[in-house]
């Protein structure tokens, strides 16, 4: 079992009770003979629930491996712009564009973009903005995340992986609670600077307005503190873009060294 993306704490269908787990008990349940976790912070959630460590190890985060070039460099934010970044569930995602929209209100100084996700249906997102007046406030943005990234100083999320991938571009994150939907954002118990949660479009106005008055040596220091939240989430090989460390579990079978070769 190879993890390809994030497992927030609160996806529980990951994480199993001891006795599911033991291999003696009446209710155990069919396991892979190994788990391997693209970075140490799932490897800990793992382990945490007693699952063996004979039967974990970490290896490259394949599909983030793209970081590697982000992480550890400042990243000059010349526009002031606040990404959305939508879930795959539309009630949740529009529910998040509507406390955005309220929020920046007749506001000014910034622009707002948002970012749906490659799977959620486009019309019932530009349907929702219609109906509640959002365009010519907030403006859809198909490209890539990456180049949307590059440019915006703050991603407001409720659940994507997204958040962490900001990070590495020195985005500041917002991590907004809302009604329909339990916050799954892997950054949920994470403490950082760069990183707040809200319950309200007043705090979110308010975190807004925070973030993109932060001086440039606070920015700097968030930068690496994000640097650091990232090689927890994920294992790089800063070396090679080879994944040398999945090529060998895959190839020996053992591989339990949980301690990643992180960027500096």
């Known amino acids: 079992a190879y993890q390809h993306a994030t497992v ?7 994480f199993n009770s001891a006795d599911e787990i033991k291999e003696t008990n009446k209710y155990s349940m069919p396991k892979p003979d190994m788990i391997i976790c693209n970075g140490d912070m799932t490897y800990g959630y793992m382990r945490d ?10 290896a490259e985060a394949i599909r983030f491996s793209y970081l590697k070039s982000y992480l550890g460099k400042h990243h000059e934010k010349r526009q002031n712009i606040v ?3 939508l879930s795959i569930n539309a009630s949740a995602s529009i529910a998040l564009m509507r406390m955005t929209f309220d929020a920046i209100r007749n506001q000014e100084g910034f622009e707002v973009w948002v970012k749906p996700h490659p799977f959620i249906d486009l019309e019932t997102i530009t349907q929702a903005m219609t109906d509640d007046g959002m365009h010519g406030v907030i403006v859809i943005r198909t490209e890539p995340i990456e180049e949307l990234l590059r440019d915006a100083k703050m991603v407001v999320v409720d659940e994507s992986s997204v958040s962490i991938e900001a990070l590495a571009f020195g ?7 809302i009604p329909e939907s339990i916050n799954m954002s892997p950054l949920r118990n994470v403490r950082a600077d760069m990183i707040r949660t809200v319950n309200s479009a007043d705090e979110l106005r308010q975190e807004i ?5 932060t001086g440039s040596s606070d920015i700097r220091k968030r930068e690496r503190t994000a640097q650091q939240i990232v090689n927890k ?4 090989n ?3 873009n080879v994944p040398v460390r999945l090529v060998t579990i895959l190839g020996n079978g053992i ?3 949980a301690n990643c070769n992180h960027i500096t």
């Open 238 to 240: 800063s070396d090679s």
């Open 49 to 58: 629930c007693q699952w063996p460590e004979s039967r974990l190890s970490v």
């Open 83 to 85: 990404l959305i970044v």
């Open 8 to 14: 927030p704490w609160m996806l529980l269908n990951y």
């Open 171 to 177: 985005c500041s994150v917002i991590n907004v609670n």
């Open 255 to 257: 591989f339990t060294d």
């Open 209 to 213: 307005f925070e973030t993109l008055n």
């Open 233 to 236: 989430f994920f294992c790089f």
